[in-house]
């Protein structure tokens, strides 16, 4: 039962970051290739450097669903795309829509998974477990955005990195107590997503260094 519960998490993260990193090669013009191995990147690299860390043979190696999966995705929003060359689709609301929606699903399920597997591993310190579990649902993204030239959003966009770290937190706490872990688990997925929308709806950020002859709406762009 827990196996296919956390398989069927995995299954819909890897998706939601699939789409993410296919949307951003689709707006930055990729070939299908690119867009295919930016979708893959997104979703698995965050979990490739976590098990790295550990010293363990990263899991898309020995399970390769998760690259199939993620590649299929990322194909399939290209044939969306392709099909409708509707320039909109990456231009409007839409786009930052998806973007959004999709980042804040998988920022939620990879905190859990990356903790789960940390402590599988045998590392139950504090610090690592939370480190690893904020790892795996911000890797992929960062080599998403420096692959296309772009600063990457956990260091500047609407508390990307902080939902997690505190997700990774709580959720740490929760097991400590012993909680029910699938309660655990859909708690910190659901408080994440909720709370990295909230913060991309109402455009919260942490301080930064804007000099006078900047524009604060410069930054939201």
Known sequence: MYNTFVLILEIIGTIAFAISGAMTAIERKLDV???????SITACAGGFMRDVCLGEIPHMFIRPIYVIVASLSSLIMFIICYIKRDISMVENQFYKNTMNIT??????IFVVIGANKTIQTGFISFFIVTFMATLTAVGGGILRDMCVNKIPNVFRKHLYA????LGGIIYYIMLSFKLN????MATIVIFISAFRMLAYKFELSLPRVIFKEE??????K
Do not use: M, N
């Open 162 to 165: 902080v939902p997690t770290i």
């Open 33 to 39: 290739l690119g867009v295919v191995i930016l979708g």
């Open 181 to 184: 872990q699938y309660l655990s």
């Open 103 to 108: 980042d804040a699903i998988g920022l939620g």
């Open 215 to 220: 524009k604060e709406s410069d930054f939201h």
